[in-house]
């Protein structure tokens, strides 16, 4: 069975950093790209960061510089790094793994930059 679940979430301060954890099973996680998505309230999900299954990385250009995506495949986790979080981060974050046409989400954590 697959799960796909994210964690890490929570209330920050601007300027502070969260750590999000994506831990993966049921499918052979090395062989899938990993991506963060994240949608904000009364707005459409956006794409944030993707780090292929060779390794390679990608980001929006609102958070360039900023986050850092990466991955343990020996942990089937994947990570998103968030620093100097502003308050237009705020969003329930998602997982996703992808490989081909095929795609495992994550049911999403909160996160909230907020003073």
């Known amino acids: 069975q697959v799960h796909v679940v994210e964690s890490g979430g929570g209330l920050v301060q601007p300027g502070g950093s969260l750590r999000l954890s994506c831990a993966a099973s049921?499918?052979?996680?090395?062989?899938?790209?990993m991506i963060w998505y994240r949608q904000a309230p009364g707005k459409e999900r956006e794409l944030v960061a993707t780090?292929?299954?060779?390794?390679?990385?990608n980001y929006a250009d609102s958070v360039k510089g900023r986050f850092t995506i990466s991955r343990d495949n020996a942990k089937n986790t994947a990570y998103l790094q968030m620093n100097s979080l502003k308050p237009g981060d705020t969003a329930v974050y998602y997982c996703?793994?992808?490989?081909?046409?095929?795609?495992?989400w994550g049911q999403g954590t909160q996160v909230t930059v907020s003073s």
């Open positions: 996703k793994a992808r490989r081909n046409w095929t795609s495992y």
């Open positions: 049921g499918f052979t996680f090395i062989t899938y790209d």
């Open positions: 780090i292929t299954s060779s390794g390679s990385t």
